[in-house]
């Protein structure tokens, strides 16, 4: 069983930055950051491997967020910067159970947690 809190989120101009924090409970291999607009479907952010060695990016944030992770304090972390109000969404993380290659997809995941909000106004 593994257990996801995330914190973090709030409302925040554009143009500024924010980071979110994810604390892990329980074994998780890769750890992955998604969102969710208003309307939107929920939609892949960034990931991270165990180690941290390997990271991935959605098209939409790569160059202004970056993962990253503390596996001593069981922690994943998602630092955002320059954002948008097109960033506005619930943020949700989530963590593999499973090894092998990190990926984007929602159903690679097997655990997730309830989500912060961010909104970035213009």
């Known amino acids: 069983q593994v257990h996801l809190v995330e914190s973090g989120g709030g409302l925040v101009q554009a143009g500024d930055s924010l980071r979110l924090s994810c604390v892990v409970s329980?074994?998780?291999?890769?750890v992955g950051w998604f969102r969710q607009g208003p309307g939107k479907e929920r939609e892949f952010v960034a990931a991270?491997?165990?180690?941290?060695?390997?990271?991935l990016y959605g098209d939409s944030v790569e160059g202004r967020f970056t993962i990253s992770r503390d596996n001593g304090k069981n922690t994943v972390y998602l630092q955002m910067d320059s954002l948008k109000p097109e960033d506005t969404a619930v943020y949700y993380c989530a963590a593999s159970t499973s090894p092998g290659r990190v990926v984007p997809s929602r159903s690679a995941y097997d655990y997730w947690g309830q989500g912060t909000q961010v909104t970035v106004s213009s």
């Open positions: 329980g074994r998780a291999y890769h």
């Open positions: 991270i491997s165990w180690s941290g060695f390997k990271t």
